[in-house]
C-alpha cells in the first residue's frame, strides 16, 4: 500500500475526530485539504458553479455537525465525504431539476493529481482498476456514468436509450461483479 496515500487517511481520520470534538481549526485545514477535489466532483454533477459551492457548504456544514458519524470501519474518509458530496449533489440538482437547465460545467484544469493516477498508487486502487478494467463495457459505462458522473438511473436510461429496470439490474450485477474480483 501507498504510504502517501496511507498518511493522508490518517491525517483525515485524525482531522474528523478532531471535527467531532469541536475543533474549528481542524475542520478548517480538512477544508483545505479537501474543498477543491469536492467541490470538482460537485461541480462535474451539478454543472453549475453556484451550486456547487452550495453543495460544498452544506458538506462542510454536515462534517461540523456529524464528524462523529464516520466509522474508519466501514470505509475511507475520503470515500465518506465523497459519498456525502456525491449525495448532496444529486439531491441539489434533482431539487433544482427542470428549473434550470443542464449545461456541461466548464473546463477547468484540476491542480491535484490525476484521480486516475493516484488510484492507481494504491493496491486498493490498483485492484478496482483491474476488477473495473475486466467488467464489459456496457456494464463499466454504466457504473462510470452513475458513480464518476454522478448521474442518475433515470439519465442513464434516457442517454442509453434503455429501460430503466435494464439500467437498474446492469449496475447492480456490475458492482456485485466488481465485489467478487475485489474479494479475490
Not at 53 to 62: G, K
Not at 86 to 96: E, F, K, N, T, V
Request: proline share 4%.
Amino acid at each position: 500500500m501507498d504510504t502517501a496515500w496511507d498518511d493522508t487517511a490518517a491525517e483525515l481520520s485524525d482531522l474528523l475526530s478532531r471535527c467531532a470534538a469541536g475543533d474549528r481549526a481542524a475542520l478548517r485545514r480538512l477544508y483545505d485539504l479537501q474543498a477543491p477535489r469536492l467541490k470538482g466532483l460537485a461541480l462535474r454533477i451539478t454543472g453549475s458553479q453556484a451550486m456547487a459551492e452550495d453543495v460544498l457548504h452544506d458538506v462542510f456544514l454536515r462534517v461540523w455537525q456529524q464528524a462523529g458519524q464516520f466509522d474508519p470501519a466501514r470505509g475511507t474518509p475520503r470515500a465518506w465525504l465523497t459519498t456525502l458530496t456525491r449525495y448532496r449533489a444529486l439531491d441539489l440538482r434533482r431539487h433544482a431539476g427542470r428549473e434550470v437547465a443542464a449545461a456541461a460545467p466548464p473546463d477547468l484544469a484540476d491542480e491535484s493529481p490525476d484521480a486516475i493516477a493516484r488510484l492507481i498508487a494504491s493496491a486498493d486502487g490498483r485492484a478496482l482498476y483491474h476488477c473495473l478494467a475486466a467488467l464489459d463495457a456496457p456494464r463499466r459505462r454504466m457504473i462510470r456514468l452513475a458513480f464518476i458522473d454522478g448521474r442518475t438511473h433515470a439519465d442513464i436510461a434516457a442517454t442509453l436509450d434503455m429501460p430503466l429496470g435494464t439500467v437498474k439490474s446492469m449496475i447492480r450485477r456490475g458492482l456485485s461483479a466488481l465485489k467478487r474480483c475485489l474479494e479475490q
